[in-house]
Nanobody
Framework: EVQLQASGGGLVQTGGSLKLSCTVSGFTFNDYAIGWFRHTPGKEREGILCRSAVDARTYSADSVEGRFTISTEAAKNTVYLQMNSLNPEDTAVYYC?????????????????WGQGTEVTVSS
C-alpha cells in the first residue's frame, strides 16, 4: 500500500528557513515521481517542486526557484523540501504526492497518492 506522511511545518519569520519531510512507504523513488504542492484558501493547488522517477530531473515553479529544493534519502524512504528565504506569500498547507503514471509533472491531477499536508506560516 502506497502511503505518504508529511511533517515539519510550523511558524517561521520572513527570511527564515524550514525543512519539510515526507516519509513514504509502498514504493521506491525509482518507480514513482514525487511532487511537493501547496494550497492556500481561494487559490488552486500549486505544484512547486517535482522529481522525476526516471532520471531524477526536477521541476521548480517560478515562485520558488532558487529558494526551495527537493531531495531524497532512499535509506530513510524520505523526500525533503528545503525552503529558504521564506516570505508571507509562502504561507500555505504543503503536501507531498506520488505518481506512477507520470515521470515529471507539476499538475496535481497527475498524482494519485497524497500525504495529509503540513501547515507552514510565515510571519512578516
Amino acid at each position: 500500500e502506497v502511503q505518504l506522511q508529511a511533517s515539519g511545518g510550523g511558524l517561521v519569520q520572513t527570511g527564515g528557513s524550514l525543512k519539510l519531510s515526507c516519509t513514504v512507504s509502498g514504493f521506491t523513488f525509482n518507480d514513482y515521481a514525487i511532487g511537493w504542492f501547496r494550497h492556500t484558501p481561494g487559490k488552486e493547488r500549486e505544484g512547486i517542486l517535482c522529481r522525476s522517477a526516471v532520471d531524477a530531473r526536477t521541476y521548480s515553479a517560478d515562485s520558488v526557484e532558487g529558494r526551495f529544493t527537493i531531495s531524497t534519502e532512499a535509506a530513510k524512504n524520505t523526500v525533503y523540501l528545503q525552503m529558504n528565504s521564506l516570505n508571507p506569500e509562502d504561507t500555505a498547507v504543503y503536501y507531498c504526492a506520488a505518481s506512477r503514471e507520470f515521470s515529471l509533472s507539476n499538475n496535481p491531477s497527475d498524482y494519485t497518492y497524497w500525504g495529509q499536508g503540513t501547515e507552514v506560516t510565515v510571519s512578516s
